[in-house]
């Protein structure tokens, strides 16, 4: 047998990694060094070292947004981790159930959202909790809610909250057919011989089921971590770059657009914005290497 000669590899590779560092790998290490300059009204760069670090996390000009944005992004992310992935999960279970009518229509269904735009999904829910003509109002009155509507967008107590709830309805679909395939991998002679056994449907899936997706649900965290702390395109196409009511929704991306791009009587400055960057990336960075050292790493792995 022929082996594979070495420019067979480079071949094959060449195109992907091409592609990888152009778009990719350069961007994210200009970035990085750009953080480190500051520009004058010439557009001329200098070296500045860590000064804008030190202007974000600690200048109180830029610091209180910065933190507020950080902070959001965790009870963003929270949200999602309580409501999103159980939920998930628990569709998951039910649609892997044997003999249930209409699965697939209703799997059609619940994933359906997440291939809409996220500008359509805002618009829509815009007009649906809308307190002058949206129909959230009446809804809420035939079920005998009614006291309990509020303008959510326009509330600082609420934005957040209502915009997450959101965001989970869009992106459900997604950990949902991911615990589904892993529950469909779980090999049937595996649950045949627990019911053998005499055990039940509950202690099956605890006992059983749930240990075997342990890796799944692990990958479910870490999309969810990476994709909620990337969050932009919602909150920007609800409530703008402002992120209101009094920057109650703000994010991490849209303080990035807003440093990087300017908004209003904000002048961008694309050092300042490479800077934000760069603390995003290092903290999703940690995040992901946290979960991979304390998480990934104890997951035992089961030969199926």
């Known amino acids: ?37 500051t520009a004058n009204d010439a557009g001329m760069h200098s070296f500045v070292g860590l000064d804008n670090y030190r202007t974000i996390l600690f200048d109180s000009d830029w610091s209180t947004a910065f933190w507020n944005a950080m902070w959001n992004n965790v009870k963003f992310f929270c949200i999602h981790m309580l409501l999103q992935n159980p939920i998930g999960l628990l569709l998951a279970t039910l649609f892997s159930l044997k003999g249930l009518r209409g699965a697939r229509t209703y799997r059609t269904l619940i994933f359906l959202p997440t291939l809409l735009s996220v ?69 049937e002679e595996v649950l045949e011989a627990a019911h053998a056994e005499g055990a039940s449907a509950m202690r099956i899936f605890w006992q059983i089921k749930l240990p075997l997706i342990w ?42 657009y807003r440093t990087f791009f300017g908004y209003q009587a904000q002048v961008g400055s694309p050092t300042m914005g490479a800077a934000v960057a760069t603390l995003m990336f290092l903290v999703i960075l940690a995040g992901v290497g946290t979960y991979f050292y304390l998480v990934q790493r104890k997951l035992t792995r089961y030969e199926l």
Do not use: C
């Open 1 to 37: 047998m022929k082996t594979a000669r070495p420019w067979h590899i480079v071949v094959f590779l060449a195109p992907a990694v091409i592609i990888y560092s152009l778009f990719s790998a350069l961007p994210l290490l200009d970035t990085l060094r750009l953080g480190f300059y």
């Open 119 to 187: 500008v359509i999904i805002g618009f829509i829910w815009q007009l649906i909790i809308s307190p002058l003509w949206g129909v959230g109002e009446k809804l809420m009155t035939l079920v005998g809610l009614g006291d309990y509507f509020a303008p959510f967008l326009g509330q600082e107590s609420t934005a957040l909250f209502t915009l997450s709830l959101i965001s989970v309805w869009q992106y459900i679909g997604i950990p949902m057919m991911l615990i589904y395939a892993a529950l469909l991998a779980v090999p």
């Open 215 to 256: 890796p799944t649900l692990g990958l479910v965290t870490i999309l969810t971590f990476v994709a909620n702390f990337n969050a932009f395109d919602l909150i920007y196409s609800v409530k703008g770059a402002l992120a209101g009511p009094n920057y109650s929704s703000d994010l991490l991306g849209t303080f990035f």
